[in-house]
């Protein structure tokens, strides 16, 4: 399985990005994506997950109601729509894929960075 994420860059306080995860390989032994993200001198911390069937998404409560986590089955893409950013989400934003419900995630992408100014 590979994943390839997309779509950082530089925003302003308060505006909006969207990344992608483009996931291909042994898709159907997929469970769950989960977006992470790690900023300078910090540890990495969780942002979201989906069910590989689009369902359930569950979001870290520093992002909840900023970020929507989806997915496009036609495209075997996830999305991580972000808005109302802010610096402290500054950034970078790596997908990863886990073959079961629980537990360790399998396989991860490369980061996409995000810088939000004030």
């Known amino acids: 399985v590979q994943l390839q994420a997309s779509g950082g860059g530089l925003v302003q306080d308060g505006g909006s990005l969207r990344l992608s995860c483009a996931i291909s390989?042994?898709?159907?032994?997929?469970?769950?994506i989960a977006w992470f993200r790690q900023a300078p001198g910090k540890e990495r911390e969780f942002v979201a997950r989906i069910g590989w069937g689009g369902t359930s998404p569950y979001y870290a409560d520093s992002v909840k109601g900023r970020f929507t986590i989806s997915r496009d089955n036609a495209k075997n893409t996830v999305y991580l729509q972000m808005n109302s950013l802010k610096p402290e989400d500054t950034a970078d934003y790596l997908c990863?894929?886990?073959?079961?419900?629980?537990?360790?995630?399998?396989?991860w992408g490369q980061g996409t960075l995000v810088t939000v100014s004030s």
């Open positions: 390989g042994r898709t159907f032994s997929l469970a769950r």
């Open positions: 990863a894929a886990a073959r079961n419900a629980f537990g360790l995630y399998n396989y």
